[in-house]
């Protein structure tokens, strides 16, 4: 997969996280439970993950998941990554992640990835 088509397919990632976190955001009682609305797959992760995680309240997730819709724009994507050369040869490389914040080490997998 070449850069443009990541760069469009995260970009797409980003679409569909926007579309998800928007009715939650005028969403008056942020620390009950999830709605009903949305990408079942991912509310389902996002019920099991406040589950399993006391720490991982509902309103927690929602604005990881909103800041992400932001930064997956396949514009911004563009602009990181014009400063850096196009790799040409594949690597192995193994990410230790956190996780005591919603989505901590997406960025990581991110940054390896594209």
């Known amino acids: 997969m ?22 939650y955001l005028q969403w008056e009682d942020p620390l009950s439970d999830w709605l009903e609305e949305g990408d079942p797959v991912l509310l389902e992760a996002c019920r099991r993950s406040s589950q399993e995680n006391g720490w ?19 514009d911004k ?5 014009s400063s850096y050369p196009e790799g040409t040869t594949q690597k192995t490389v193994g990410l230790e992640m956190a996780g005591n914040i919603p989505l901590v080490g997406f960025h ?6 594209i």
């Open 77 to 81: 994507l563009e602009q990181w990554m």
């Open 56 to 74: 991982f309240v509902p309103s927690n997730i929602v604005h990881a998941l909103e800041s992400w819709s932001e930064q997956l724009r396949a």
């Open 108 to 113: 990581d997998l991110l940054s390896v990835r």
């Open 2 to 23: 070449v850069l443009q088509q990541r760069i469009n397919a995260l970009g797409e990632l980003g679409s569909r996280l926007e579309s998800f976190v928007k009715p």
